[in-house]
């Protein structure tokens, strides 16, 4: 009870925005998004973040009401060939012809700061979308609890999509999400 107390607290002081670098892992757990491009060209830069696009549209109707991260998990799970078809398609609409390929897993992901949240490096479960060889830089974020941010202004300014972090702690107390 305690524990989920103090990360009932930690979610609360993110949302509010009452402290620094909070650990993401207090949260509970998460569900990432991991999309790599091609390589570091920027039409390879460009469809990377169309293709990010796309997955954060999807996950919004697929995860959006999801009670907690293990229930997001198995949506996405049975949603992968949607995902896949989805990316596959907005990259033919851009005339890419390379491979476009969306996997369920665990992944290794190094730490990285989301507003005000800290999201310690280790292994994730993810929806990883590799495009073409994926030699290029990657974009990820966590998409359950949503803190995905779209620009690295949003980063510094300290603004997350709160709703989903919000959602899933109103869940976890035992409330209406």
């Known amino acids: 009870?305690?524990?989920?107390?103090?990360?009932?607290?930690?979610?609360?002081?993110?949302?509010?925005?009452c402290a620094h670098a909070q650990e993401g892992a207090e949260m509970g757990e998460m569900v990432r998004l991991h999309v790599v491009a091609a390589d570091d060209g920027a039409r390879?830069?460009?469809?990377?973040?169309?293709?990010?696009?796309?997955c954060l549209r999807c996950a919004r109707v697929c995860i959006g009401d999801?009670?907690?991260a293990d229930a997001a998990y198995m949506r996405l799970e049975a949603h992968l060939e949607d995902f896949q078809a989805?990316?596959?398609?907005?990259?033919?609409?851009?005339?890419?012809?390379?491979?476009?390929?969306?996997?369920?897993?665990?992944f290794?992901?190094?730490?990285?700061?989301?507003?005000?949240?800290r999201v310690p490096a280790g292994e994730y479960r993810a929806l990883r979308v590799t495009?073409?060889?994926g030699e290029g830089r990657n974009w990820w974020c966590v998409l359950y609890p949503s803190l995905?941010?779209?620009n690295e202004a949003d980063a510094a300014s300290g603004e997350t999509d709160a709703s989903g972090a919000l959602a899933w702690l109103r869940a976890w107390l035992g409330g209406a999400a």
Do not use: H, N, W
């Open 86 to 106: 989805a990316c596959a398609a907005r990259a033919r609409e851009l005339d890419y012809e390379g491979s476009v390929r969306a996997e369920l897993g665990r």
């Open 131 to 133: 495009i073409g060889a």
């Open 148 to 150: 995905c941010l779209l």
């Open 66 to 68: 999801a009670p907690d």
């Open 44 to 54: 390879a830069q460009t469809l990377k973040l169309e293709l990010r696009d796309v």
């Open 1 to 17: 009870m305690i524990r989920r107390f103090l990360c009932a607290l930690a979610a609360l002081a993110m949302l509010c925005g």
């Open 108 to 117: 290794d992901f190094p730490d990285r700061i989301y507003g005000r949240v």
